[in-house]
């Protein structure tokens, strides 16, 4: 009698770790190996290891003055979006009342424009022309605030939001009943429960805040800076790599100190959340007049971030000639400065360079996401999992600048010269987008019922038919969200591709920011068209994906 064939046959641990092969080594090549050697830049020469450059650079006055602007601007922004996320979300998420979708789109749509649009509609509501030019805050510390909490708010809101939509009110009911009044009952009651998800939100405000970049470079004029944009000054104009590696080395702690903070208030999340017996039985209800205060507050703000949009068009439409199209026609005929392109070339580049790099984001975070999505019940494997998901995080905790100087002097001599090489910049903005599709998925392929997967292991599936009968079918979809969240932040990317890009490959952010910074009427108005145009097109891009949201039956959310 013959022995059947030998058959090999993954186990779900070996196929989970042949997922991540992609992943570790695009991570590896592409990020480590850069931020490593920009480190080594800064503190290793010919002779050794060398921290004179470290003692030096901190005995300035201007070096504490920059990380206390960077630090500060993001605490401010922190402390202010927490503060205007809990009347807001308990609005948008709470209650009920005509045009809720309407606004809720509004106040979340700034954190999906590129930055250089937020800048750029920032300066003309503070010009001494805009809006608001009376207060005199163009180009100062108030101005660069304002807009990160414009660009940052939606985030807050949805993290705070969601969280408080799936608590339970019973408490604060009986507290009610037992005679407390609304406001001590709120602060109380709910505000320790929305504590996790305060921590949560506002870590992750204050990572985008310290990184800012173009913003920052756009509102703050050349009396303002941060460590974002000192690392640019010296790498560009400059020419000192070495102060730029260790300034890169000062934000990558600074941010890492604020992810690890965001990751332990997750974990706090995750753990309060998972303690809650059955569904929530929290419902959005109609308004009632002790919800006055909470309304008034979100219909304010709402008006206020409208502002800054309803500007930038306006802006749009004025040029030496008056009121017109104008600035629109000249993205067809007005090269950028510098460049032989026009605008809408450029739009065209930035299209294709997004799209490659929204598939390798969607690809790699896909392949993490299947591989992360288990829930191990060895101990080992439980923390081989934490780590994997911490690693594959580091690209939310490495500002783009620091990505873009890292590839520029690492990759720049033979066999590994690809600083000519079209496939750099998509490579850069995926790195960049990579979490947001890791994100979009992994959360609710965690979610899935574990009753899925062990009725299907228990009918025979093995571990990848498994992944192919359940995860896949969830995960695709997701995938178009997370595809449209990828798009959408590489089409905007400007830190990492202000270092990488080369005239063949100049993105629209890189010509806004060229037009504006050169003087005339034109060149300004020409830049504000673009950026109405860039923005309008990252708008809906996540406007529609949110519209088509999957409801996925069978996930415990």
Not at 425 to 446: D, K
């Amino acid at each position: 009698m013959s022995r059947p064939p030998f058959r090999f046959t993954w186990s779900a641990a070996a196929l989970k770790a042949a997922l991540l092969v992609l992943p570790a080594g695009i991570l590896v090549v592409f990020l480590v190996w850069p931020v490593v050697n920009l480190i080594g830049r800064g503190l290793v020469t010919e002779s050794g290891i060398d921290l004179s450059g470290v003692s030096d650079l901190f005995s300035r006055q201007r070096t504490w003055r920059l990380v206390g602007r960077t630090v500060g601007q993001a605490t401010a922004a922190t402390l202010i979006s927490a503060i205007l996320a809990l009347p807001l979300a308990k609005s948008l998420y709470l209650k009920r009342w005509p045009g809720r979708g309407l606004v809720k789109t509004l106040v979340t749509v700034p954190f999906v424009l590129p930055a250089v649009v937020v800048g750029l509609a920032f300066r003309l509501v503070f010009a001494s022309t805009g809006p608001l030019g009376f207060l005199g805050l163009d180009g100062s510390f108030a101005a660069v605030v304002t807009a990160l909490v414009f660009f940052n708010l939606g985030l807050m809101i949805r993290v705070v939001g969601s969280f408080w939509a799936g608590l339970d009110p019973r408490p604060e009911q009986a507290a009610r009943l037992l005679g407390a009044t609304p406001t001590k009952a709120f602060w109380k009651i709910t505000v320790p429960q929305l504590t996790p998800a305060l921590a949560a939100g506002g870590s992750l405000v204050f990572l985008f805040s310290a990184t800012a970049f173009a913003t920052v470079l756009i509102l703050g004029g050349p009396s303002y800076g941060t460590v974002e944009t000192e690392i640019y000054l010296q790498t560009t104009q400059l020419l000192d790599l070495r102060v730029a590696a260790l300034l890169s080395v000062t934000q990558l702690m600074i941010v890492l100190a604020a992810l690890w903070l965001a990751s332990f208030a997750r974990r706090r999340s995750e753990r309060t959340l998972s303690l809650k017996a059955g569904p929530s039985l929290a419902r959005p209800r109609q308004l009632n007049r002790e919800d006055r205060f909470s309304f008034g507050i979100t219909l304010i703000t709402a008006l206020l971030m409208a502002l800054p949009l309803v500007g930038l068009v306006l802006g749009s439409l004025r040029s030496a000639s008056g009121i017109g199209l104008g600035n629109y026609w000249r993205l067809f005929n007005q090269p950028v400065p510098g460049f032989t392109v026009t605008p809408i070339q450029t739009l065209g580049r930035s299209i294709i360079v997004a799209v490659i790099a929204m598939g390798l984001a969607v690809l790699v975070g896909g392949c993490i996401a299947l591989a992360l999505s288990g829930r191990p019940r060895r101990r080992w494997l439980r923390r081989a999992q934490t780590v994997a998901d911490s690693a594959f995080m580091l690209p939310a905790g490495i500002s783009a600048v620091t990505v873009g100087v890292g590839l520029f002097i690492t990759l720049n001599r033979p066999p590994y010269d690809l600083r000519a090489s079209f496939w750099l910049v998509p490579i850069a903005q995926a790195l960049v987008a990579l979490p947001l599709v890791s994100r979009a998925v992994l959360p609710v392929l965690r979610a899935v019922a574990p009753g899925q997967r062990q009725a299907a292991a228990v009918l025979g599936a093995s571990p990848g038919r498994i992944m192919w009968s359940v995860d896949l079918p969830i995960m695709a979809r997701l995938l178009a969200l997370a595809a449209a969240y990828a798009l959408a932040a590489s089409l905007g990317e400007f830190g990492a591709t202000a270092f990488l890009a080369r005239p063949e490959s100049v993105t629209l952010p890189v010509a806004i920011y060229q037009l504006m910074a050169r003087p005339g009427l034109d060149n300004l108005g020409t830049a504000l068209a673009g950026a109405v145009l860039l923005g309008a097109i990252t708008s809906a891009l996540v406007a529609v994906a949110e519209a088509r949201r999957p409801a996925l039956p069978g996930v415990e959310m």
